[in-house]
């Protein structure tokens, strides 16, 4: 089966918590965190194996997949404790308690040394034994075999060399010590011991002891179970029989003794101090930073224990009175010790992103880490695109999270990191519905404007159908498309008006460059859904306005040319001023204008038919008929007040600067238009020679267009009045009766 990507991943895991209840969403099946982490295992398992991906997978890191899945489980394990644990139980003790006993009512009334213990049993599952040694029968065999071919050939220089006795003190007594393959076994031994010791398996770790012949060494490691007597205390399935030391605080100082002993093995020492709680010895033999963790929680847990066992468990009849713990670090100090670490590499995964994670969970301190994660998100930007898609992917979970099991997490924290994840989604081109879902999360006015923000990001190309399903998926995921809708125009405008610069005025019907076709298709967004259909014409007025400034009649008519018939056709029907419903007429009608205009000078560029003599005339009426209709819809538009709207500020400005760039134009081009088809449609010269009327009608002033405040554009009516000067020298010339027209 194809992997998805790790985002639609946790997607569907998001999803599938995200309506859970507080129980469900910290039980330990169903358990949010824990279902992230199922989704890291999942990834892991994927990345190490061989089977082919159809969607490549954008992290094939198994050690970051599983040190995630290792932080969700932390997560889950103590948010359960704090949320749903307690009242810890503080039953008063029973005269015949055990020292087993003793030691789990201390821990259940202790919500320091519960929360201990789960951390020390989630580092015991992330640090199995590695180093597994086979088993040997027989007890030291190399060194016995030794000692008896000595002794057979009675060599005494050997006995500097070995040692002359088989006990396990022998070694260390000196003089001489054991064969190097014995010594070598035992090495490797004490290493597996301790291993299997730090990951929580002692019983392995004695089975192991009695399989390799020393039965000896399994007794002193049992040493360190507490006692239980099934006669005094309540039996359980676990506990069949009396186990365990009655006299384990001797045993823990005799312990204690031997993890400080510097003549033995290291991990000998470190087997004694991981039992016993000594510190110095087991973060001795301690590579990493898990590992090191391990021994400063394993320390404090044994210390608080031993601290509180003597507190309220005094001597008796049947048990030694508890040693009290040696004093040792808090977590908090252990943490920054580990920060500081001369160890090689310690120092450098103290600060990896899943380690500060861990830590802040059992430091409590969750929401002052995604507090720094928020101000460092330029930082994080740097780093390569898939490491940086992927912690912004786990830090905006752990928001998430915080928020189902409601750990509060200010917003000003929590925002910057959605937005941040929100906006790598759509940079990885996940689905809408993908991205609906995440910026939903934000707050409102936030989630309305990062997904306004993806759906800016869609390919130009895609689909009107495309775009529309884009843009409802919002609706599921509490989002108003309409509110979605007017924040996407907004931002096209906000990022692509500013790059239009003034321009030579381009034909009507050029093509658009990218800048004008994102514009254009902007105002798509808004034609989608009834609730926008006002601010679509009133958006609409706004681009036609800006183009026109800018020259771009192009744009302009493609722009009006992509209103939905049915948006056009409800305009009285919507709720607009009437100063909008007026200025999206006036700008069809100018268009409509233009476009009888054209078809005028198509027909008449076409040029006279050189066939039959009911062909010439069919193009003479078809010439006059169009010249006919562009001089009445142009005489129409500027006997309306074209543009002359009640506006202010900006708009009035504009519509000014219109008025006075386009008049102009459109006179102009008229009377060249009817000049030039005179030749076909002899009264159209009277028409043009009519014309100057009424640009000197006061009631319309339209001869105030053809200047402008700063004198610019003065010579514009100068040089109209030599085109019609021109003209009605032609009429002259022609002797034709011309001024007809002017005497209607």
Same mark, same amino acid.
């Given at each position: 089966?194809?992997?998805?990507?790790?985002?639609?991943?946790?997607?569907?895991?998001?999803?599938?918590?995200?309506?859970?209840?507080?129980?469900?969403?910290?039980?330990?099946?169903?358990?949010?965190?824990?279902?992230?982490?199922?989704?890291?295992?999942?990834?892991?398992?994927?990345?190490?194996?061989?089977?082919?991906?159809?969607?490549?997978?954008?992290?094939?890191?198994?050690?970051?997949?599983?040190?995630?899945?290792?932080?969700?489980?932390?997560?889950?394990?103590?948010?359960?404790?704090?949320?749903?644990?307690?009242?810890?139980?503080?039953?008063?003790?029973?005269?015949?308690?055990?020292?087993?006993?003793?030691?789990?009512?201390?821990?259940?009334?202790?919500?320091?040394?519960?929360?201990?213990?789960?951390?020390?049993?989630?580092?015991?599952?992330?640090?199995?034994?590695?180093?597994?040694?086979?088993?040997?029968?027989?007890?030291?065999?190399?060194?016995?075999?030794?000692?008896?071919?000595?002794?057979?050939?009675?060599?005494?220089?050997?006995?500097?060399?070995?040692?002359?006795?088989?006990? *396990?003190?022998?070694?260390?007594?000196?003089?001489?010590?054991?064969?190097?393959?014995?010594?070598?076994?035992?090495?490797?031994?004490?290493?597996?011991?301790?291993?299997?010791?730090?990951?929580?398996?002692?019983?392995?770790?004695?089975?192991?002891?009695?399989?390799?012949?020393?039965?000896?060494?399994?007794?002193?490691?049992?040493?360190?179970?507490?006692?239980?007597?099934?006669?005094?205390?309540?039996?359980?399935?676990?506990?069949?029989?009396?186990?365990?030391?009655?006299?384990?605080?001797?045993?823990?100082?005799?312990?204690?003794?031997?993890?400080?002993?510097?003549?033995?093995?290291?991990?000998?020492?470190?087997?004694?101090?991981?039992?016993?709680?000594?510190?110095?010895?087991?973060?001795?033999?301690?590579?990493?930073?898990?590992?090191?963790?391990?021994?400063?929680?394993?320390?404090?847990?044994?210390?608080?224990?031993?601290?509180?066992?003597?507190?309220?468990?005094?001597?008796?009849?049947?048990?030694?009175?508890?040693?009290?713990?040696?004093?040792?670090?808090?977590?908090?100090?252990?943490?920054?010790?580990?920060?500081?670490?001369?160890?090689?590499?310690?120092?450098?995964?103290?600060?990896?992103?899943?380690?500060?994670?861990?830590?802040?969970?059992?430091?409590?301190?969750?929401?002052?880490?995604?507090?720094?994660?928020?101000?460092?998100?330029?930082?994080?930007?740097?780093?390569? *695109?898939?490491?940086?898609?992927?912690?912004?992917?786990?830090?905006?979970?752990?928001?998430?999270?915080?928020?189902?099991?409601?750990?509060?997490?200010?917003?000003?924290?929590?925002?910057?990191?959605?937005?941040?994840?929100?906006?790598?989604?759509?940079?990885?081109?996940?689905?809408?519905?993908?991205?609906?879902?995440?910026?939903?999360?934000?707050?409102?006015?936030?989630?309305?404007?990062?997904?306004?923000?993806?759906?800016?990001?869609?390919?130009?190309?895609?689909?009107?159908?495309?775009?529309?399903?884009?843009?409802?998926?919002?609706?599921?995921?509490?989002?108003?498309?309409?509110?979605?809708?007017?924040?996407?125009?907004?931002?096209?405008?906000? #990022?692509?008006?500013?790059?239009?610069?003034? #321009?030579?005025?381009?034909?009507?019907?050029?093509?658009?460059?990218?800048?004008?076709?994102?514009?254009?298709?902007?105002?798509?967004?808004?034609?989608?859904?009834?609730?926008?259909?006002?601010?679509?014409?009133?958006?609409?007025?706004?681009?036609?306005?800006?183009?026109?400034?800018?020259?771009?009649?192009?744009?302009?008519?493609?722009?009006?040319?992509?209103?939905?018939?049915?948006?056009?056709?409800?305009?009285?029907?919507?709720?607009?001023?009437?100063?909008?419903?007026?200025?999206?007429?006036?700008?069809?009608?100018?268009?409509?204008?233009?476009?009888?205009?054209?078809?005028?000078?198509?027909?008449?560029?076409?040029?006279?038919?050189?066939?039959?003599?009911?062909?010439?005339?069919?193009?003479?009426?078809?010439?006059?008929?169009?010249?006919?209709?562009?001089?009445?819809?142009?005489?129409?538009?500027?006997?309306?007040?074209?543009?002359?709207?009640?506006?202010?500020?900006?708009?009035?400005?504009?519509?000014?600067?219109?008025?006075?760039?386009?008049?102009? #134009?459109?006179?102009?081009?008229?009377?060249?238009?009817?000049?030039?088809?005179?030749?076909?449609?002899? #009264?159209?010269?009277?028409?043009?020679?009519?014309?100057?009327?009424?640009?000197?009608?006061?009631?319309?002033?339209?001869?105030?267009?053809?200047?402008?405040?700063?004198?610019?554009?003065?010579?514009?009516?100068?040089?109209?009045?030599?085109?019609?000067?021109?003209?009605?020298?032609?009429?002259?010339?022609?002797?034709?009766?011309?001024?007809?027209?002017?005497?209607?």
């Amino acid at each position: 089966m194809p992997a998805v990507s790790s985002f639609e991943a946790f997607a569907d895991a998001y999803r599938a918590v995200r309506d859970l209840g507080a129980d469900a969403l910290l039980d330990g099946e169903t358990g949010a965190a824990l279902v992230f982490a199922d989704v890291c295992a999942e990834r892991a398992r994927l990345a190490a194996s061989s089977e082919p991906h159809i969607v490549p997978l954008d992290d094939a890191d198994v050690h970051e997949w599983n040190a995630e899945q290792h932080t969700w489980t932390l997560f889950h394990l103590l948010f359960a404790e704090r949320i749903l644990g307690g009242p810890y139980d503080d039953t008063p003790r029973s005269a015949y308690e055990t020292p087993l006993a003793a030691v789990q009512r201390v821990i259940a009334a202790s919500p320091e040394l519960t929360e201990l213990k789960i951390i020390r049993e989630w580092l015991e599952d992330i640090l199995p034994a590695q180093h597994a040694v086979e088993v040997r029968k027989g007890y030291l065999v190399f060194t016995r075999n030794r000692l008896r071919a000595d002794r057979r050939i009675s060599t005494g220089g050997q006995k500097g060399r070995i040692v002359q006795q088989l006990d *396990p003190d022998a070694s260390v007594r000196g003089p001489g010590g054991w064969d190097a393959e014995d010594a070598s076994y035992e090495r490797a031994l004490t290493r597996n011991l301790f291993e299997y010791t730090r990951a929580g398996q002692l019983d392995l770790a004695l089975d192991l002891c009695v399989q390799t012949s020393q039965p000896w060494r399994a007794a002193s490691l049992r040493g360190a179970m507490f006692y239980h007597d099934p006669a005094l205390a309540e039996p359980t399935p676990e506990l069949q029989g009396a186990l365990g030391n009655r006299n384990r605080a001797t045993w823990r100082t005799v312990a204690r003794k031997a993890a400080l002993n510097t003549a033995l093995d290291p991990y000998e020492r470190a087997l004694y101090g991981a039992l016993c709680g000594e510190l110095s010895s087991v973060l001795a033999v301690s590579d990493t930073w898990s590992e090191r963790l391990w021994a400063h929680v394993n320390s404090r847990f044994a210390s608080v224990l031993e601290k509180k066992l003597a507190e309220n468990t005094p001597a008796d009849w049947w048990w030694d009175s508890p040693a009290a713990g040696e004093p040792v670090d808090s977590l908090d100090a252990a943490f920054d010790r580990l920060a500081q670490s001369g160890a090689p590499g310690v120092q450098a995964q103290a600060s990896a992103p899943y380690h500060m994670a861990q830590r802040a969970v059992i430091t409590r301190a969750v929401p002052e880490l995604l507090e720094r994660v928020a101000s460092r998100l330029p930082e994080l930007a740097a780093l390569a *695109p898939p490491q940086h898609a992927r912690l912004l992917r786990f830090f905006a979970h752990v928001v998430l999270y915080c928020r189902l099991v409601e750990v509060h997490v200010p917003e000003a924290s929590a925002a910057p990191i959605l937005s941040a994840y929100v906006d790598i989604l759509q940079r990885a081109q996940e689905s809408s519905e993908l991205v609906a879902l995440y910026a939903s999360s934000l707050d409102v006015r936030d989630a309305h404007v990062s997904y306004a923000t993806y759906l800016c990001k869609m390919d130009t190309d895609a689909s009107l159908v495309d775009r529309r399903q884009a843009l409802l998926q919002a609706q599921p995921h509490d989002l108003d498309p309409a509110v979605v809708a007017r924040c996407t125009v907004a931002a096209e405008i906000a #990022e692509h008006i500013p790059t239009l610069n003034e #321009e030579t005025q381009r034909d009507w019907d050029a093509s658009l460059n990218a800048t004008e076709r994102r514009l254009v298709l902007a105002i798509d967004w808004l034609t989608f859904l009834p609730e926008t259909y006002a601010d679509a014409i009133i958006r609409a007025n706004e681009l036609l306005r800006v183009f026109m400034v800018t020259g771009r009649l192009h744009a302009a008519h493609s722009l009006l040319q992509r209103l939905p018939s049915e948006l056009l056709s409800n305009v009285a029907m919507l709720d607009l001023a009437e100063d909008i419903v007026v200025e999206l007429d006036h700008w069809r009608s100018y268009f409509d204008v233009l476009d009888r205009s054209v078809r005028a000078r198509g027909l008449w560029s076409d040029g006279l038919p050189a066939a039959s003599r009911n062909a010439r005339h069919q193009w003479q009426d078809a010439i006059a008929s169009a010249t006919d209709a562009a001089r009445t819809a142009t005489i129409e538009l500027l006997e309306l007040d074209w543009l002359k709207i009640d506006a202010e500020g900006a708009r009035a400005s504009e519509l000014a600067l219109i008025r006075r760039r386009y008049i102009p #134009e459109i006179i102009m081009s008229l009377h060249l238009m009817l000049v030039d088809t005179s030749v076909a449609v002899p #009264e159209n010269l009277g028409h043009a020679l009519a014309l100057p009327n009424l640009v000197a009608d006061e009631r319309l002033r339209l001869y105030a267009e053809f200047s402008s405040p700063d004198g610019a554009r003065e010579n514009q009516l100068v040089g109209y009045l030599e085109q019609v000067r021109a003209a009605a020298l032609v009429a002259m010339d022609r002797r034709q009766d011309v001024f007809a027209p002017l005497l209607m």
